[in-house]
């Protein structure tokens, strides 16, 4: 696999959602060039951290089949293992998934504080057609049943929050959270 085709954690290739990657035809073509930029498909695959021993694993294979001016996209994922990371992790803008293939279980925050006054969690199951939203504030990790991939459709609105991990320190901004694990 060539290096264009590979998504780092470190942040030399990953775009959130409304912030912009290059763009090397812009201004070399007309107005409708430029619209067409709003409707590309790109193929970006995540992989793993150094501190967990998967650096070189995928983990997530993510196409853009359509990016809007605001920010919202509608995208392709294909996970190939579970969240790496232990801790929860929140999304910049609020989306919506529909499960197209085998499913995933999601532990979440139910809200409440158990017995040691840590976040409670819950798990739940999300099988094939699941469809759900989940606003930008929700803390959650996916886990796949039995390591075997799952594959979503997913439509996020546009950016309002930052994204990140709920660690015991706190929350974590994603650059500094995989920069600490060597992502």
């Known amino acids: 696999m060539n290096d264009e085709n590979k998504t780092s954690l470190r942040g030399q290739h990953f775009y959130q959602p409304g912030e912009s990657g290059p763009k090397s035809n812009e ?11 709003h409707l ?17 694993t995928a983990y997530l294979t993510r196409w853009t089949l359509w990016q809007g ?12 293992t579970s969240d790496h990371a232990r801790e929860l992790h929140n999304h910049p803008w609020d989306f ?3 499960i197209l293939w085998r499913g995933y279980w999601e532990r979440s925050q139910t ?13 739940k199951w999300f099988g ?4 759900r939203f989940c606003p930008a504030h929700h803390a959650h990790r996916v886990i796949l049943d ?11 609105g546009p950016k309002k929050a930052a994204w ?5 320190k706190g929350w974590l901004y994603w650059k500094d959270y995989f920069r600490e694990r060597k992502c």
């Open 27 to 37: 201004g070399t073509r007309g107005p409708l060039w430029r619209w067409l930029g």
């Open 40 to 56: 590309f498909l790109k193929r970006d695959v995540i992989y793993g951290c150094e501190l967990n021993g998967n650096k070189d």
């Open 69 to 80: 001016p605001k920010g919202q996209q509608l995208l392709l994922h294909i996970f190939h």
């Open 96 to 98: 919506w998934s529909l």
């Open 111 to 123: 809200g409440l504080l158990d017995s040691d006054g840590e976040p409670e969690t819950v798990l």
């Open 128 to 131: 094939p057609l699941s469809f």
């Open 146 to 156: 039995q390591g075997k991939r799952a594959i979503t459709l997913v439509w996020t």
């Open 164 to 168: 990140g991990f709920f660690t015991s």
